[in-house]
């Protein structure tokens, strides 16, 4: 079972998100087999974390509009039959710092943080229905994305544009590809992006790490 940073970031030289100059470029590798994927984290682990869904953090969004929590709520507690019913009609579930709920994706964190005393954190996304879960953005610390099923249409634009300039239908983007299952996606900090779901379903981590003496969270949710 994948436990460390290192198996998680192959193909790819684990030494650019070690040494914290995060030196990756912008591109698409395939990892470790698809079987892999399932196992290390698939629906079913998936689902265990909906069983802990946090409303501080976690949200659920449809066409990037977020869900009021009376619509996946019965009598004041997180209703599952609700959520997969919203999920069924093509919601997202956005889980932006997953790492303290599930031991393999806190194992890898554990792993990070002793090789570089940095922070990182593990979201995961489940997508259906065309639309992605997020607006366009970007973020002040580098993603290495990794499909876990399904496949997802991703944009990324210049880093020197603002968000709100994206609109433009004259924009050229910098990366403009599908991801599938089993492959890795690096998106450096300040790069505007969005993505789309391209097939029945979609699921996907993102191993957000920390620049240098930079903790974005304000505390360790490892």
Known sequence: MISSISEVVQPWDPAPFLDGELRAEIGVRHGVSDRDCRDFFGWPEFWRLI????????????????????????????????????????????????????????????????????????????????????RIHSDPIGYLIWQMDGSKHWTIYERETADADRNDPAAVPIFDQELKQGELLYVPAGYPHICNTTSARSLHLGFGFARPHYDPWGTDHA
Do not use: Y
Not at 58 to 81: G, Y
């Open 51 to 134: 069983d802990q869904f946090d409303e501080g953090q976690d949200r659920i969004t449809i066409n990037r509009h977020r869900i009021p929590r009376e619509l996946f709520r019965t009598k004041d507690r997180i209703d599952r039959a609700k959520i997969d019913g919203l999920i069924a009609r093509g919601a997202s579930v956005v889980q932006p710092a997953a790492q303290g709920r599930s031991k393999r994706l806190a194992e890898v964190v554990h792993d990070f943080q002793n090789k570089t005393a940095q922070p990182m954190r593990i979201g995961v996304i489940a997508s259906m229905g065309q639309s992605g879960a997020l």
